[in-house]
Structure formats: structure tokens, C-alpha cells
């Protein structure tokens, strides 16, 4: 019996295959057992077309294929490379001892030429991530090669060559491409702070969004400038370490997209009338949703109060622990789905609740409903509120900061906050004892907070975010300790929000 390594998938966390091996004589057939599905039952009638073409007497003998672990489903097309030369091992026409770090990836086509998937580059990290050393596989141009150099990758074009190859008859059978320069690519990005006249209270709630990964909901009137300040935000965002762009590029890999801008934090905005399945993920073959392709990006949900309800309710669990697990009759997949909300809406059905230059013409009953649209728990679950107002474009101070220099505050304040938790945590997302042992508040800061909460009804996750907020203040002024001010400018930040503000209370 002959044995082949190769990777399947659950999510993005990948598993060991072992494709055994065995012919006997016997009636010619090819049977592949260990809950194959569909694509790779169909594989046998590939891989038996190219076999033939490589030796006929291959297909006259009675081939079984075992892929172990047994218990676990497999659903890529991605392992015939491994069933077939695992076949051309056990018939001694590959005779050369295969590497036992080495896999092998890769989809065959009636020809024998190899083909990448869209599991493709997920499956080679995750090969990566079980400690597999070299990978045989298809060429393809969407792998970023430059971020890959602890994996030695061998790449065929097609099944013959890797048959010449491992019997040594001609070396330069592999393909080597050139490496591309992702992480140098530089942002190109259209908006940019310095576009929106005005809005300094806002901006500077945003750069604390940014350099905390906190939540912002973005309320007023129509027109003053909720979607432009919310597009432009990304371009404060640090780029992406080498390790997210990877994960980044395998999610939108999966989903069958492309990451647009290489390096840049991704950025999503789904339609309000988006299903729930393309908004979290899921489908009968699962797929990454928005919140997924918006991990270690920014998830943008403009007219947040049009979305469905049950739709918003299923942001809870993803936006609490940065991950979403999709269960399926067979099979339960999870994604990274690590993502900063911002929100935007109207206060009120007609737009101008709160307003400086219009008047409401709402009941207290509509805005009640429309702001109920967004349930307790997702408010809840939202760090900053800023309510918006129209600007006099005349008068405003046009001459703005730009994203750029911007972005290098934010940039130092994650870099403070990495070091501070040594692992690539920020203040929004760090578990919430590491924060609290690696910056205590003094009991004279812990006693205003009760006496606040108190007062003011906040639950316990309100009190802690506004501690993870000063936090984030406190890091983009550079100081050790979170200062009393960063605490009462969290407190500001956090008070617009509808259950204690503008809107009507419950
Ligand atoms: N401060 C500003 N500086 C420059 N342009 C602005 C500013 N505020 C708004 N605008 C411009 O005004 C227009 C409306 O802004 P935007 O679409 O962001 O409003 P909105 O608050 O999202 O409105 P709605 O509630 O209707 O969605 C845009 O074309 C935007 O470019
Ligand atoms: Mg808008």
C-alpha cells in the first residue's frame, strides 16, 4: 500500500489527508472511500482518463483509495493530485521515496494539467499551519509568493511532468515564477480626510475607532456627511502585517473574490437588502459572508436601521468573539470574521431628529420604533456614537489634516497597544482582564465609573467599554497610565448613544 499526503479543509483551519493506496488484482475498478463527496467521487473518472494516457495497464486492475481520517467529510477537488500519484506510486511508476513533510494540492483535468481552486491559497497556509514543509501543486497567479518563503512550493503544470520529475528525467520540469512586491505596493485609495471640510469632533472619534478597533454608529440628519466620513475611514487604517493579508486573501479566496487594494484593511458595504446568508456567511456549500470578508477591515453597514432586524441580531455573536461558526447538517465550519462596525443611520423616520436647523416631524412613537430597529444587544455592543451635524461649507476650516498623517498616530498607538499585550491585540479586542491587569485604573477612577454606571444605568459591557476606549485615548497621547481626561472623553464619546442622548428613552 502506497500512502500520499495531502490538506483538506474545515473554514480556514485546515486537516491532514493520507490518500492509501492499494491495487489488486482483480475485476478492472477504481472505488475512493472515506466520505468522498460528489466532485471527488467524479474525480475517479479524471484521474482514470489521465492515468490511461500515462500507462494502460494502470486501469485493468482493481484500485482502492482510502482517505484517512475516515470520519471526516472531504469536498475538494484539490486532492486528485494526491490519489493519482499515490495510484502511479503503488503501480512503481513513480519509484522515487516521496518526502513524508512534503503534500501534494492540485485539481486534474482530462489532459493532466493541474488546476488551482479557489481553496487553493487557504489550503496552502493551512498546509503551512500543520507544519508541512514542502508543497507539489499547480502554478497559480493569485498565490502571493513573496509572503510565502518558509514553504518550499514545486510547481507543475501537469501530471506528466510531475511523473518525469520524480523519476529524474528532466529537471527543469517544474515551473519557477517570479515573486511579486505585494507588501510594497503603496494605498490608493480616492477618498481621503482631507476632502471633508469640517467635522474635527468627528475625525477625531474616527482616529480613536481606528487605533482601538472600536465600534462607531454614525447618526444626523440626511446629507451632513455620514457616508463620506465612513468611506474615507479605511484610508486612516494601518496596512495589513503580512499574517492578516494572507488570512485576508483566503477568505475572499473561498468566497470566489479577489481582495481589491493588496495591503489595505478590506472594506465592506453591504446593501441593506443583502440576505443574511451573503451578509454572515453559509449557503449548502458554505462560503464566507461580508462580516468574514471584512476581518481585519472595517464592516460598513450604511442605513443601518433598513437592515433587517434578525439579520442585525446575527452581528452578535461574530462582533463578541470575532469569529462566526456556520453549522450545517453534516459539516460545521467557522470563519474569522475580527471586523470594525461602523454604522450609519438616521436618527428618525424623517431624518432630522435632533437637528440644529430642521424640525423633527416625527411622533415619539415612530422614532421609538425606528430606533428599536436597532435591538438592546447590538447597541450595546457598539463603542462610540457620534450625532452629526451639517456643516456651513463656507465657513468651515478647509485646509484638513490628511489620511496620511493621520494614520502614522494610529499606527503608533497600535503599536503601543501591541507591545503593551505582546501579541497583535488592540484595546477593542484584547480580552478585557489582560487590559485591566496591564493597565488598573486607580480606585478613584474605578469609584467615579461605579458611581456613573450606576447613575446612568449602564451594563457591565457599557462600563468596560468605556475603560477600553480611554484606553485607546490614553494611547494616542502617549501616556502610561489611562489618564482621568481620556476617561471623560470616553464617557463623551459613548454618550450620544440613543438609550442615553437624542433619542427617546425606554
Ligand atoms: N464635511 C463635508 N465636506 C465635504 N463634503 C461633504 C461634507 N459633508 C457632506 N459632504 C458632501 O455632501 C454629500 C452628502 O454627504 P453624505 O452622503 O455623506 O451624507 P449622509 O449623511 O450619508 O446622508 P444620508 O443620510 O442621506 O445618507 C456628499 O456628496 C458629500 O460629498
Ligand atoms: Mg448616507
Redesign the pocket.
Known amino acids: 500500500m502506497e500512502t500520499v499526503s495531502t490538506v483538506g479543509l474545515k473554514g480556514l483551519e485546515g486537516y491532514r489527508i493520507q490518500a492509501e493506496v492499494q491495487i489488486r488484482a482483480g475485476l478492472p475498478s477504481m472505488v475512493i472511500v472515506g466520505l468522498p463527496d460528489k466532485s471527488i467521487k467524479e474525480s475517479r473518472e479524471r484521474i482514470l482518463t489521465v492515468l490511461r494516457d500515462a500507462e494502460s495497464s494502470i486501469t485493468t486492475q482493481k484500485i482502492v483509495v482510502n482517505l484517512s481520517p475516515s470520519e471526516q467529510k472531504k469536498n475538494s477537488t484539490l486532492l486528485d493530485f494526491a490519489i493519482a500519484v499515490g495510484i502511479l506510486k503503488e503501480s512503481h511508476l513513480i519509484k522515487k521515496e516521496l518526502d513524508p513533510n512534503a503534500a501534494f494540492l492540485g485539481a486534474l483535468s482530462l489532459d493532466g494539467s493541474l488546476l488551482g481552486t479557489d481553496d487553493l491559497l487557504p489550503t496552502i497556509l493551512a498546509a503551512k499551519s500543520l507544519g508541512i514543509k514542502k508543497l507539489y501543486l499547480p502554478y497559480d497567479p493569485n498565490i502571493p509568493l513573496e509572503l510565502m518563503e518558509e514553504l518550499e512550493l514545486v510547481f507543475f503544470k501537469n501530471l506528466f511532468h510531475a511523473i518525469a520529475y520524480f523519476n529524474g528525467k528532466n529537471t527543469n520540469l517544474e515551473i519557477s515564477p517570479k515573486k511579486a512586491k505585494i507588501m510594497n505596493s503603496t494605498f490608493a485609495w480616492q477618498n481621503d480626510f482631507s476632502?471633508?471640510?469640517?467635522?474635527e469632533q468627528a475625525k477625531r472619534a474616527l482616529e480613536i475607532a481606528a487605533a482601538g478597533e472600536h465600534n462607531v454608529l454614525l447618526t444626523?440628519?440626511?446629507?451632513?456627511?455620514?457616508?463620506?466620513?465612513a468611506e474615507a475611514f479605511p484610508t486612516i487604517l494601518p496596512p495589513l502585517s503580512k499574517e492578516s493579508l494572507l488570512e485576508v486573501m483566503s477568505l475572499y479566496q473561498l468566497a470566489g473574490e479577489k481582495h481589491a487594494i493588496p495591503c489595505t484593511p478590506p472594506f465592506r458595504s453591504p446593501h441593506h437588502s443583502s440576505s443574511s446568508t451573503s451578509l454572515i456567511g453559509g449557503g449548502s456549500f458554505p462560503k464566507p459572508g461580508e462580516i468574514s470578508l471584512s476581518h481585519k477591515g472595517v464592516l460598513f453597514l450604511?442605513?443601518m436601521a433598513e437592515f433587517p432586524k434578525k439579520t442585525l441580531e446575527m452581528l452578535r455573536q461574530p462582533m463578541e468573539s470575532g469569529k462566526v461558526t456556520i453549522s450545517r447538517v453534516q459539516s460545521k465550519v467557522t470563519y474569522p470574521s475580527s471586523f470594525i462596525l461602523i454604522g450609519?443611520t438616521?436618527p428618525c423616520p424623517c431624518?432630522y431628529l435632533g437637528s440644529i436647523h430642521y424640525y423633527c416631524t416625527c411622533s415619539p412613537r415612530q422614532i421609538k420604533n425606528y430606533q428599536n430597529k436597532i435591538s438592546g444587544p447590538v447597541h450595546d455592543r457598539l463603542d462610540i456614537f457620534l450625532h452629526?451635524h451639517?456643516?456651513k461649507?463656507d465657513q468651515?476650516n478647509r485646509k484638513s489634516e490628511t489620511s496620511e498623517s493621520i494614520r502614522r498616530r494610529v499606527q503608533l498607538a497600535r503599536e503601543k497597544q501591541y507591545n503593551r499585550y505582546q501579541m497583535v491585540w488592540t484595546n477593542g479586542k484584547v480580552p478585557i482582564e489582560k487590559l485591566l491587569r496591564t493597565s488598573p485604573l486607580s480606585q478613584e477612577q474605578e469609584r467615579r465609573l461605579l458611581s456613573l454606571s450606576i447613575k446612568l444605568h449602564w451594563s457591565n459591557r457599557v462600563q468596560l467599554k468605556i475603560i477600553r476606549l480611554a484606553r485607546t485615548i490614553s494611547d494616542l497621547e502617549n501616556q502610561h497610565r489611562i489618564s482621568d481626561e481620556s476617561i471623560d472623553e470616553a464617557i463623551q464619546l459613548r454618550s450620544g448613544s440613543w438609550f442615553e442622548g437624542i433619542g427617546v428613552k425606554k
Not at 220 to 229: E, N, V
Request: charged content about 10%; proline content about 8%.
Open positions: 476632502h471633508i471640510f469640517g467635522q444626523g440628519p440626511p446629507g451632513c456627511g455620514k457616508s463620506i466620513l450604511d442605513e450609519a438616521n431624518g452629526l451639517s456643516m461649507l468651515v
